[in-house]
């Protein structure tokens, strides 16, 4: 069970979707305050509203160092890490963009390095934890979207590294993985979605638990599955492996 009485959390990508549930959630949750991050400020307007003094609101740009250390030297008494913050990146390998392709990594892996290696010290002194948000993608690539899928596997793989190095430190690290959440960014593609706040709770519940990997939704536990049944198809045929798991996904959600 997730408890956080008391307890002062950071989250990244906060003004939307995912990110604004896990800022509901802590905040149900009991904390005592929560460092609201986002590229635009303004956009966290609501959660000002909503729960006042207890919402500190940080702009946060992971593609720029210097907003990074800004946000590290203001936020030093973080107990849980929420690194959300994420952009698409639909093309070919050989047809995306260069900065395209340096946005991503930048914000998947550079940027969250940065903001997890100045706000660790903290975090293990309080014992608390670190939870990434990546993606199915991570695990099962992209059909439309390999260097999207490449820069989430990189976080994965970072993320953990970071859990074999805390686990003697008292530190919990985990892995998110949603599969089709109902957020603006897939707003328009027809099929069966979860919803945001049940992909949160399904978080927080696993990094409670102190899993590794958590799979928060149905597509997601299917992704799962696959990896541990059909990993050959995974490496050797991704595209065919992909368009079957998609096509049995809708079958069973009927979408």
């Not at 949160?200 to 696959?226: P, R």
Request: glycine share 10%; hydrophobic share 45%.
């Amino acid at each position: 069970m997730f408890e956080f009485e008391g307890k002062v959390g950071l989250v990244t990508g906060a003004n939307r979707g995912i990110g604004a549930c896990f800022v509901d959630a802590l905040m149900d949750a009991g904390a005592v305050k929560v460092y609201a991050c986002a590229r635009k400020p303004e956009s966290m307007d609501w959660a000002v509203e909503k729960y006042g003094s207890r919402i500190i609101v940080l702009r946060l740009d992971l593609a720029g160092p210097d907003h990074i250390d800004e946000v590290i030297a203001q936020a030093s008494d973080v107990d849980l890490l929420i690194s959300n913050a994420g952009r698409g990146g639909s093309g070919s390998v050989v047809e995306l963009e260069d900065a395209l392709v340096r946005t991503l990594f930048e914000v998947h892996v550079f940027g969250p390095r940065r903001l997890i290696t100045g706000l660790i010290p903290g975090i293990v002194e309080r014992k608390g934890g670190v939870i990434l948000v990546q993606s199915t993608a991570a695990l099962a690539m992209s059909r439309g979207g390999p260097m999207y899928s490449a820069s989430k596997s990189a976080a994965t793989f970072m993320g953990m590294g970071l859990r074999e190095e805390m686990r003697q430190m008292g530190v919990k690290v985990s892995n998110v993985h949603p599969g089709f959440t109902n957020t603006d960014i897939i707003a328009t593609y027809e099929i069966a979605k979860a919803e945001p706040r049940d992909v949160v709770d399904a978080a927080l519940a696993g990094w409670a638990n102190d899993e590794a990997h958590v799979f928060t939704d149905l597509y997601s536990q299917m992704v799962h599955e696959q990896l541990l049944t059909e990993v050959d198809a995974l490496l050797f045929e991704p595209v065919t492996a992909g368009t079957d798991l998609i096509a049995e996904y809708r079958r069973r959600t009927n979408s």
